[in-house]
């Protein structure tokens, strides 16, 4: 069966829509933390606020969707060899280190979420979260992104 696109370059889009997600997930949380250390109503912090979300808007919400979009492109037309088969055949012919992998995107998907919804609250005036908290923060995606390359290219 032919492909509308091959798969190095499949792989390639998937890439580039990752490095721009991770990178987006890396920034907010810093974003956030300069707003939280403004002063509220101040420049500095309605300069943070809309930073914040255009880098919501422009960078993440398109990243998440292609990666995700060519991620399963590259699941569907090129990791499981025949959708003929029964589904528990199919299920099982997918190797174990990815759906450790996909546990993993899908908790990044989760933490994408939740930064969304407290950009809204950091919006609304609302600062539940220290400097602090959201500089650690910051770390996750970085961790998470090590272990996720690390399964997908040595493929254990």
Do not use: C
Not at 52 to 71: D, E, H, K, Q, V
Not at 113 to 138: D, I, N, P, T, V
Request: glycine share 8%; no cysteine; proline share 4%.
């Amino acid at each position: 069966m032919e492909h509308v696109i091959g798969y190095d370059l499949a792989r390639g889009l998937h890439i580039i829509a990752v490095i721009a997600w991770i990178s987006g997930l890396l920034m907010l949380p810093r974003f956030y933390a300069y707003i939280i250390s403004s002063q509220p109503g101040g420049e500095l912090e309605q300069t943070m606020l809309k930073a914040a979300r255009n880098l919501r808007m422009i960078i993440l919400t398109p990243s998440i969707i292609l990666a995700w979009a060519f991620g399963i492109f590259l699941f569907s037309t090129y990791m499981v060899s025949d959708w003929r088969q029964p589904f528990g055949q199919v299920v099982a012919s997918v190797p174990h280190w990815f759906w450790g992998k996909l546990i993993l995107v899908l908790g990044l998907s989760g933490y994408h979420g939740f930064l969304s919804a407290e950009g809204r609250k950091l919006a609304s005036g609302q600062r539940r979260h220290s400097e602090r908290y959201w500089r650690l923060m910051s770390e996750i995606p970085f961790l998470v992104a090590i272990a996720v390359v690390l399964l997908a290219t040595l493929e254990p």
